[in-house]
């Protein structure tokens, strides 16, 4: 292995870390924000509990694709998936600590939705212009 090459993978797992922790904190401070919102309204709406999270995590997935995607500025499908894999992981370990013995259609959408919100956010990290530069 040369040296280009062990410098490219450094750069991308320096790119995934930095956007799962972004996508991670995203999702945590929405999901703050949110508790707080139904908290003041007294209202918790028990029937759409799971498509908010599925949300949330769409929201924290997309984010986290971005910024990978931005960082490593190549490869916005690959990065994507990287994080979109990885926070799936996380998530899924996360929910085996309150398993309650059933896993089903859930589960797959909710891999569904961190896969595509992750790679599309990759696919727009790598996408995007620099900022324009007045003289």
Do not use: H, Q
């Not at 401070?29 to 007294?42: C, D, N, Q």
């Amino acid at each position: 292995m040369n040296k280009t090459n062990l410098k490219i993978d450094k750069k991308l797992i320096k790119a995934s870390a930095f956007g799962i922790i972004i996508g991670c904190l995203v999702i945590m401070i929405v999901t703050l924000i949110a508790a707080l919102i139904f908290l003041k309204s007294g209202k918790m709406p028990n029937e759409i509990l799971g498509y908010i999270t599925l949300a949330f995590l769409g929201i924290g997935s997309l984010v986290g694709g971005y910024v990978s995607a931005r960082i490593y500025k190549s490869s916005g499908i690959m990065c994507g998936a990287i994080i979109g894999i990885s926070m799936f992981i996380i998530t899924f370990i996360a929910g085996m600590m309150n398993f309650s013995g059933n896993i089903g259609i859930i589960l797959l959408l909710k891999f569904v939705t961190i896969m595509l919100t992750s790679i599309i956010g990759g696919i727009l990290g790598v996408n995007k212009k620099d900022r324009i530069r007045i003289k």
